[in-house]
């Protein structure tokens, strides 16, 4: 049963850079078909996604996000990684990574697992 | 890309039957069949109730029942029950791109 879990700094002081880690277990980040995905919560509010990597490199991101934003896969380690530069404290939030299934025309699917999700103070 | 269209709230008896819209554009919703629903409890992750537009995600009940016209998907639950309390975002892509509606808060009164 494959798993997802989050780990990271729990609190980022402004300006500086929140780097997050998805942990994949009972499964492979280079399993075909998927895409891993970083979405974010903001307290009481919606879901926003931040951006996604397949097994090949290929990444796409929000366009809200993209310019500060890096997500990266290390198969070694079975992980996948979220950067976020030059935090401010609309960046605080509940941080999910999740696995996204790839159609058969390449397109974003759904979401059929999630980690339990990590949450992200920004303060100095 | 703009998010989708959800009611903020909905509330029902037990026993009786909802309805949750999301509404988008020929670009997402109109223009696929990708649309999926996500239960959220509080404090909990997302998880997944419907895919492709209707088809049930394993071990979710029949009383979950998702559709599409034009634009416009939905989630119906029937038989509400009390753990259906929850909050509810529906997905679609745009070609590469997410999509998520803003949320419906479904209240069991």
């Known amino acids: 049963q494959v798993q997802l879990q989050e780990s990271g700094p729990g609190l980022v002081k402004p300006s500086q850079t929140l780097s997050l880690t998805c942990s994949v277990s009972g499964g492979s980040v280079t399993t075909a078909g998927y895409y891993w995905t970083w979405i974010r919560q903001h307290p009481g509010e919606g879901l926003d996604w931040i951006g996604y990597i397949y097994s090949s490199g290929d990444t796409y991101y929000n366009p809200s996000l993209r310019s500060r934003v890096t997500v990266s896969l290390d198969m070694s380690k079975n992980q996948f990684s979220l950067t976020l530069d030059s935090v401010t404290a609309a960046d605080a939030a509940i941080y999910f990574c999740?696995?996204?299934?790839?159609?058969?025309?390449?397109?974003?699917?759904?979401?059929?697992?999630w980690g339990q999700g990590i949450l992200v103070t920004v303060s100095s | 890309q703009s998010a989708l269209t959800q009611p903020r709230s909905v509330s029902g008896s037990p026993g009786q039957s909802v309805t949750i819209s999301c509404t988008g554009t020929s670009s997402d919703v109109g223009g696929y069949d990708y649309v999926s629903w996500y239960q959220q409890h509080p404090g909990k992750a997302p998880k997944l109730i419907i895919y492709?537009?209707?088809t049930r995600a394993s071990g979710v009940p029949g009383r979950f029942f998702g559709s599409k016209s034009g634009n416009t998907a939905s989630l119906t639950i029937s038989g509400l029950q009390a753990d259906d309390e929850a909050d509810y975002y529906c997905?679609?892509?745009?070609?590469?791109?997410?999509?998520f509606g803003g949320g419906t808060k479904l209240t069991v009164l």
């Open positions: 999740a696995r996204l299934w790839r159609t058969r025309i390449g397109a974003p699917g759904g979401f059929d697992l």
């Open positions: 997905f679609s892509n745009a070609r590469r791109y997410i999509l």
């Open positions: 492709d537009v209707l």
